[in-house]
């Protein structure tokens, strides 16, 4: 009887012991339920050690299931690393290449920049992971971010594409006056966008009161906006050209970097580099 493991068991199990369920294993894995629990009773039965203890709670591992997991990151990282080593050795531009970036930069920059990319270089395929969270580049979550940043993390590499500028929009014809002296309330980011920074703006201001919306995305803030909800601050490659948006004030103290960057080990991928230039080029008429 093979009792072996082998790596998909190793993802398995970790996969199980970062979730603590198996619905939230199934969802990393990009599996069903009923897989995550088939194959880990399968293993279990395979190898003939209990690895998790089972309740209404979720899943606990028990010592051989926690020497398991602490076993199975030293693997993935092993072979995250393999993977970058492996990937920066690769001269031709083919592949699918992974790109991280949010919402409204998508939406409003991204979106027929890198249309056009895929016209350039039809050998390379796009993955495109919208998310307003920052993904773990040395964990090979994406290959490349575009991202606002005051600073870029140390151990990434990438350039300085520009700089976001925030302002503050209203409704065009909604104001009939100084917007100081409105009484318009305003629409704020939800708390789980994790804007802290226009937060503590908009309490210095001492808007915090006058909170009329919140919404956890920039095109919702936008579109919230344009309705006529209040006053809002959104970055000007998103308002700017909207014509049913007026632009009231500029809000230098919310100017942030716009960052390319990758992992040192990946930027001389062929690929990689062939979407990092190419971005870098487009982006310089557009910050």
Same mark, same amino acid.
């Given at each position: 009887?093979?009792?072996?493991?082998?790596?998909?068991?190793?993802?398995?199990?970790?996969?199980?012991?970062?979730?603590?369920?198996?619905?939230?294993?199934?969802?990393?894995?990009?599996?069903?339920?009923?897989?995550?629990?088939?194959?880990?009773?399968?293993?279990?039965?395979?190898?003939?050690?209990?690895?998790?203890?089972?309740?209404?709670?979720?899943?606990?591992?028990?010592?051989?299931?926690?020497? +398991?997991?602490?076993?199975?990151? &030293? %693997?993935?990282?092993?072979?995250?690393? #393999?993977?970058?080593?492996?990937? @920066?050795?690769? =001269?031709?531009?083919?592949?699918?290449?992974?790109?991280?970036?949010?919402?409204?930069?998508?939406?409003?920059?991204?979106?027929?920049?890198?249309?056009?990319?895929?016209?350039?270089?039809?050998?390379?395929?796009?993955?495109?992971?919208?998310?307003?969270?920052?993904?773990?580049?040395?964990?090979?979550?994406?290959?490349?971010?575009?991202?606002?940043?005051?600073?870029?993390?140390?151990?990434?590499?990438?350039?300085?594409?520009?700089?976001?500028?925030?302002?503050?929009?209203?409704?065009?014809?909604?104001?009939?006056?100084?917007?100081?002296?409105?009484?318009?309330?305003?629409?704020?980011?939800?708390?789980?966008?994790?804007?802290?920074?226009?937060?503590?703006?908009?309490?210095?201001?001492?808007? +915090?009161?006058?909170?009329?919306? &919140? %919404?956890?995305?920039?095109?919702?803030? #936008?579109?919230?906006?344009?309705? @006529?909800?209040? =006053?809002?601050?959104?970055?000007?490659?998103?308002?700017?050209?909207?014509?049913?948006?007026?632009?009231?004030?500029?809000?230098?103290?919310?100017?942030?970097?716009?960052?390319?960057?990758?992992?040192?080990?990946?930027?001389?991928?062929?690929?990689?580099?062939?979407?990092?230039?190419?971005?870098?080029?487009?982006?310089?008429?557009?910050?």
């Amino acid at each position: 009887m093979n009792n072996a493991l082998e790596w998909d068991d190793l993802r398995l199990v970790l996969a199980v012991g970062r979730a603590g369920t198996l619905t939230g294993a199934a969802k990393a894995l990009g599996v069903s339920h009923p897989t995550v629990f088939r194959r880990l009773g399968e293993m279990e039965r395979r190898i003939g050690v209990t690895l998790f203890e089972r309740s209404r709670h979720g899943y606990a591992p028990t010592p051989a299931g926690e020497e +398991a997991i602490a076993a199975a990151g &030293r %693997v993935e990282t092993e072979v995250h690393a #393999l993977e970058r080593q492996v990937i @920066g050795r690769d =001269l031709r531009p083919s592949g699918a290449v992974s790109v991280t970036t949010t919402d409204a930069l998508y939406g409003f920059c991204l979106a027929p920049l890198l249309a056009r990319f895929c016209s350039a270089f039809p050998g390379i395929e796009l993955n495109v992971v919208l998310s307003n969270s920052v993904l773990d580049l040395t964990e090979r979550e994406a290959d490349i971010a575009i991202r606002p940043a005051t600073a870029p993390p140390g151990h990434l590499v990438g350039r300085r594409l520009g700089v976001i500028r925030q302002s503050i929009y209203v409704r065009r014809g909604l104001l009939d006056g100084p917007w100081r002296k409105s009484t318009l309330g305003w629409i704020w980011p939800e708390r789980h966008m994790g804007y802290a920074a226009l937060e503590s703006w908009m309490k210095a201001e001492s808007h +915090a009161q006058n909170c009329r919306m &919140r %919404v956890n995305a920039t095109p919702g803030m #936008l579109a919230a906006a344009k309705h @006529g909800v209040g =006053l809002a601050v959104l970055p000007d490659y998103a308002a700017a050209d909207d014509p049913d948006l007026e632009c009231v004030e500029a809000v230098p103290a919310l100017d942030v970097d716009l960052w390319l960057l990758t992992h040192p080990s990946l930027r001389r991928a062929a690929r990689i580099r062939a979407l990092m230039d190419f971005v870098a080029d487009a982006a310089r008429d557009r910050f």
